[in-house]
């Protein structure tokens, strides 16, 4: 039932955009890239909408199979039990407030949408600030060989002993002073295909002005690359499947675009796997990413369903963006979020509470499977379009006078 219907109608504000604004080196390189809450930077249309209830849509489905305790509560479970759920809309933009959140940027697509939108908007600012102060970046990729027989656990091992061998030792000391290397961060991307789990490393490294050769600098932090490998008992990487490139602002800030949204779930996709949502795409390629398998489990193909529970396991703990240390000071950047605190944001704040769902009004739509539904109702009616909403549906209610 309506508690209290005498709430005026809030209108709904458009969503904003741009580019997160840069600061000079050493300053505050990006209060915006910090602090700016993902969900106030959505796509823009129904793009964006489309993506988000495709989001919601899998997440139904890990609700009910996950073997991740907290990603079966992301999203459904409230914070408190005897609290009831907000709705907010903010900018154009409504969530829920006052419910659980996994922080999984592995396994969770809402969760790792919000989480990746944030990364991006600090890798961009950090490259567009570096570039822009003189100094250049390159674009590195670390590969290794593996086949179906490897499991995701023992190629993730030797990706992480190679990247130790690379960053330790008096080599790493030497490439630092030798090429000028400022400091660097690492990006883990997965994908499986016919070869089995195929886990390698995006790598920025930062480098002052002209100083250095960063041919010859990949070179040499290959040569350790290859013996950590080695001594992971992977076999031996070739070396045409590595790769480095110097970046631009503008090509720097395209590379990026790419290698994150590759791990953004619903992401826009690189120019290298555009077609790669279609079935026949897919099997050309014979390669896919975890997002893709998890539709197709969702999807019922059992086959997939256990590729994504050894995902999960496996995925589990590790982190996916690692930065050098120092190097965010130096880009001016604040002390790093952690994943749990960027997926436990919310929309607005509790001044942009236009409704309250109770407990029982909370399990009837949660029950429905039409949280998307709900939100979309408030961004395109305002308060009065999620009171008729929730109404139509029989979730037990109270709306919030406001301003």
Known sequence: MVVDARARSRGVRGCGGGSPAVA??????????????????????????????????????????????????CGRVAASAVASVGVRCSDGR???????????????????????????????????????????????????????????????DGVASGWRRVTSGKGWTSDQLRHGV????????????????????????????????????????????????????????????????QMSAATGLDHLARYL????????IGHELTNSQSKTARSALSTRSTWEVLGDAANGLAKEVGLW???????????QIGWSAGLRDRLGLMVEESDDVIAAEEVGSVADTVALITGDGWRRLVGQ????????????????????????HGIEHELVEVD
């Not at 993902?38 to 139904?60: I, L, N, Q, T």
């Not at 789990?197 to 480098?207: D, G, K, N």
């Open 24 to 73: 000079p080196l050493g300053g505050a390189l990006d209060n915006h890239a910090n602090n700016v809450s993902p969900s106030a930077v959505p796509a823009a249309g129904e793009v964006a909408a489309d993506k988000r209830k495709h989001r919601f849509s899998v997440r139904y489905w890990l609700w009910r199979h996950t073997s991740l305790k907290r990603v079966a509560f």
């Open 94 to 156: 409504a969530g829920f407030a006052g419910l659980q959140s996994c922080g999984s940027v592995w396994a969770c697509p809402v969760c790792n949408a919000k989480i990746m939108a944030r990364r991006g908007l600090e890798l961009g600012a950090a490259v567009e600030t570096w570039t822009k102060h003189g100094g250049r970046v390159a674009f590195m990729t670390f590969t290794v060989r593996h086949s179906r027989k490897d499991s995701l656990t023992a190629v993730w």
């Open 182 to 245: 400022e400091g660097f961060v690492r990006v883990v991307e997965v994908t499986h295909g016919r070869n089995g789990w195929h886990v390698h490393l995006h790598v920025l490294v930062f480098l002052v002005g002209d100083f250095g050769d960063a041919l010859a600098l990949h070179r040499s932090m290959f040569g350790r690359w290859e013996r950590g490998v080695l001594a992971a008992g992977l076999g031996t990487p070739l070396a045409r499947a590595q790769d480095v490139q």
């Open 261 to 268: 949204s590759k791990a953004q779930f619903q992401g826009k």
């Open 309 to 319: 529970f050894e995902w999960e396991k496996g995925s589990r703990g590790r982190r």
């Open 369 to 392: 499977q039409k949280l998307y539904e709900c939100l979309r109702s408030c961004e395109l009616g305002g308060q009065a379009g999620l009171a008729r909403w929730l109404q139509e």
